[in-house]
Nanobody, 122 residues
Framework: QLQLVESGGGLVQPGGSLRLSCAASGFTLDYYAIGWFRQAPGKEREGVSCISGSGSSTNYADSVKGRFTISRDNAKNTVYLQMNSLKPEDTAVYYC???????????????WGQGTQVTVSS
């Protein structure tokens, strides 16, 4: 059974940092593009960052460019999202998802994790 599990969320002050992890089980991540998405209350799910299967290509939403870094360790079957200089508007549930395309469209991803809450507040 394909499964993705996010971890690393929490409460952090503005300007702080968190590192989210997305661990896969039941399949090998190497062949999949991985996307990080987030959804704030009352808002649509939006793409934050994505990385190709090899890790050679990445993409970031304008709102997080220069602050977030996506990476992957295929030996550990895990993808990471390092989030620095966090802002209150980054508050959301963050999801990782596996798919075939380097994309910010949720419909391009077939397997999703359960999400992890990130709250940025003083």
């Amino acid at each position: 059974q394909l499964q993705l599990v996010e971890s690393g969320g929490g409460l952090v002050q503005p300007g702080g940092s968190l590192r989210l992890s997305c661990a896969a089980s039941g399949f090998t991540l190497d062949y999949y593009a991985i996307g990080w998405f987030r959804q704030a209350p009352g808002k649509e799910r939006e793409g934050v960052s994505c990385i190709s299967g090899s890790g050679s290509s990445t993409n970031y939403a304008d709102s997080v460019k220069g602050r977030f870094t996506i990476s992957r360790d295929n030996a550990k079957n895990t993808v990471y999202l390092q989030m620095n200089s966090l802002k209150p508007e980054d508050t959301a549930v963050y999801y990782c998802a596996a798919g075939w395309l380097l994309s910010f469209y949720p419909a391009d991803f077939g397997s999703w994790g359960q999400g992890t809450q990130v709250t940025v507040s003083s």
